[in-house]
């Protein structure tokens, strides 16, 4: 479920981090995990259209399986399925994010580049080729991990409440879409939709959301 959140002081980076959002890598607050620092005011306006009354982290990103990995000031540091978890770093976009908070397709069709603050040690020595070649090989063993990754709690208990206001065979079409090209099967004779759903990953559960969202 993600590390806890552990607020901390604000450093000279943070300070300036002002208007910006965006990909972030810092070993300081983030040890080796790509992150998306949210800037709260950005995404409540992106929310203002739902008209839930309710707040776009805990009523829409949480359920939708991202995780707050740390809160600093005016903005949110969020790891998950699509944004920043079972990813191309190089095709980096919100519109997983997007698509959780606002109920709509996410159309961003440019990357969004990284930003990187490595304050390690070595960094500042000759060893950072060899480093970067581990790294790579951490990554990849991370990807692979991530598409593998079950599904969360709050996906689960968002998706149980969502599977009662749609047909079975919108479920079965968002299922499909959901779960292409992933190691999830589709529906198994007889399987009821309750146990489809507790088999799920988090990143297809989190396509599965937003599909579903999308139908009511
Ligand atoms: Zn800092
Ligand atoms: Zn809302």
Redesign the pocket.
């Known amino acids: 479920m993600g590390q806890p959140v552990n607020p901390?002081p604000?450093?000279a980076?943070?300070a300036k981090l002002g208007g910006m959002s965006g990909f972030t890598r810092d070993s300081?607050?983030y040890g080796d995990r790509l992150v998306y620092e949210a800037l709260g005011s950005k995404w409540d306006r992106y929310h203002s259209h739902c008209g839930c009354g309710q707040d776009w982290l805990s009523a829409h990103a949480e359920p939708a399986g991202f995780t707050v990995v740390r809160k600093g000031s005016g903005f949110v540091a969020l790891v998950g399925p699509g944004l920043t978890e079972g990813v191309d770093e190089d095709r980096l976009t919100t519109n997983a994010l997007w698509e959780a908070v606002t109920g709509r397709p996410g159309v961003q069709n440019w990357f969004e580049p990284v930003r990187t603050f490595d304050r390690s040690p070595e960094s500042e020595t000759g060893t950072k080729s060899i480093r970067t070649e581990k790294e790579r090989a951490v990554r990849r063993a991370q990807d692979a991990a991530q598409r593998r990754a079950p599904i969360t709690p709050a996906q689960l208990g968002y998706l149980q409440k969502l599977v009662t206001s749609v047909s079975r065979q919108q479920f079965d079409e968002a299922l499909t879409s959901a779960v292409k090209g992933s190691p999830v099967e589709a529906r198994r004779p007889d399987e009821k939709t309750a146990q489809v759903i507790e088999r799920m990953t988090k990143l297809t559960a989190r396509k599965l959301i937003a599909a579903l969202v999308g139908e009511k």
């Open positions: 901390q604000l450093h980076r943070d300081k607050h």
